[in-house]
Structures are given as structure tokens and as C-alpha cells.
């Protein structure tokens, strides 16, 4: 009977598409990034807003790099599968350096990368561990805040992609999939994914097998790039007339 119960409190299963798990994090994320975006722009000073930004970057550092940590004591860490290096834990890894330099060619090529490659880690999340394990917690935290300090920026700041934005952003996505492609290669690991697809379900499931996923990705890259940029494009546009 205890077993029953702990079992329904703490469920520890991997987090399904659809679930209560999986939905109520995205929720209170919008509620409290629009809240924090709306407050930021009635109340704060720039440098406020900016100190602001910046503590929510470190935080998610902080979680990312505690959550490591956390494995290696505990010896579960594997080298093989646990290095940060799959884009979002990367991106959550330098985040602060944005938040801290305030350099807008990082905004241009962090603006695609996370909500291109965050947005579908969001929609089909991949969490072996489910509530309330650390892994769910990091895992969303990442996730979730990444989306909204880069939305943050875009309506606190007024920072705004260009066309050229578009490529600068895959060009250094290219640079990111070489550095994955060698350390796949000496380490024999499948970071990113490019030797084999997710267990999850995923987008590359479409794409068919490998190679030919890792190739209709690199294809379609800059059309999905150019899709998250239209928005952009139409506002932009329509403030001119």
C-alpha cells in the first residue's frame, strides 16, 4: 500500500507528450515570463533590468551545473551520455555571457537557436525521470527559462533579428555541428544526435534514418530559421507603413 502511494505522489516515469507533467511547467512559465516581461517594462530601470536578466541566466547555469555535479557524486554520471553538450544544456551553460556582455550578434544567433531547438525540446520533451526528480526540474528550468530571457530581450530590449541574422545564426550552427561531429567521432557518443535518433519521440522521427535525418535537417535549417524570422519581418514592416 506505501508502495502504491509513493508511487502515485512521486511518479519518477518519463514524462509523456500530453501529461500533466509536461503541460503545467509551460504554463506557469508563460504566466510568469509575461508577468516578469510586463513588470520589467512599467517598473524597472534599464541596469535593473538588465541585473534581472542576468540572474535568471545565472540561475540556470547554477541548476545545470548542480545537477551535473549532483550525478557525479552519486556516480551515476556517465561521460558518454551526461556532458553538457547537447544544444539546450550548452546554450544553458553560456547564457549568462549574453546576459553579462549584452552583445546583439549574440542575441542574432542565440534568438534561432533556442526557440529553433528549445521550442521542440519544450513541444517533445525528453525526461526519463519525471516530478519530482532533479533531472525534470533542470530539464524544464533550461528549457523554459532560456525561452523566456531571450523573449525577455526581444520585448524589454527591443533587441530584433535582421535578415542577416538568419545567417549568421547557421553558420554558426555549423560550427557547433563540427565540434559535435569530432567529439562524437574520438569519444564514439552520439551528442546531438547525429549518430541515432532520440528514444523520444521527435520531429526527426519524419526524417528517416540515418544519415538521411542528419541531411534534411542541415536542409531544412535555414527555411525554419527564415519561418521563426517572418514574425519579425511582418512587424518591422508593418511599423514602416
Not at 13 to 27: A, D, K, M
Not at 39 to 64: D, F, M, T
Not at 129 to 148: A, C, K, M, N, Q
Not at 163 to 184: C, E, T
Request: proline share 5%; aromatic share 22%.
Amino acid at each position: 500500500m506505501s508502495f502504491l502511494i509513493h508511487n502515485a505522489i512521486f511518479l519518477f516515469q518519463r514524462v509523456t507528450f500530453g501529461s500533466v507533467e509536461h503541460l503545467v511547467p509551460i504554463l506557469l512559465s508563460v504566466l510568469f515570463g509575461v508577468y516578469l516581461i510586463r513588470y520589467a517594462n512599467r517598473k524597472w530601470a534599464p541596469k535593473k533590468q538588465w541585473k534581472a536578466l542576468h540572474g535568471l541566466a545565472c540561475l540556470i547555469s547554477a541548476v545545470l551545473i548542480l545537477f551535473h555535479l549532483n550525478k557525479m557524486f552519486f556516480g551515476t554520471y556517465s561521460f558518454t551520455t551526461d556532458l553538457p553538450l547537447y544544444l539546450c544544456s550548452l546554450l544553458g551553460l553560456i547564457i549568462p555571457v549574453f546576459t553579462y556582455y549584452k552583445k546583439y550578434w549574440m542575441y542574432e544567433i542565440l534568438l534561432f537557436w533556442i526557440i529553433g531547438g528549445t521550442l521542440q525540446g519544450v513541444l517533445t520533451p525528453d525526461i526519463q525521470e519525471g516530478f519530482p526528480s532533479f533531472d525534470y526540474f533542470r530539464y524544464w528550468t533550461v528549457h523554459l527559462g532560456l525561452l523566456i530571457i531571450i523573449f525577455y530581450a526581444t520585448f524589454v530590449f527591443d533587441y530584433r533579428p535582421e535578415l542577416k541574422s538568419v545567417f549568421k545564426s547557421f553558420f554558426a550552427f555549423q560550427g557547433y555541428i563540427l565540434m559535435m561531429v569530432i567529439i562524437n567521432r574520438v569519444m564514439s557518443v552520439n551528442y546531438f544526435y547525429l549518430n541515432e535518433k532520440p528514444v523520444s519521440a521527435s520531429l526527426l522521427d519524419y526524417f528517416g534514418e540515418w544519415p538521411m535525418y542528419v541531411l534534411v535537417v542541415q536542409i531544412i535549417i535555414i527555411p525554419y530559421f527564415l519561418l521563426i524570422y517572418l514574425p519579425f519581418f511582418i512587424c518591422s514592416n508593418r511599423k514602416t507603413i
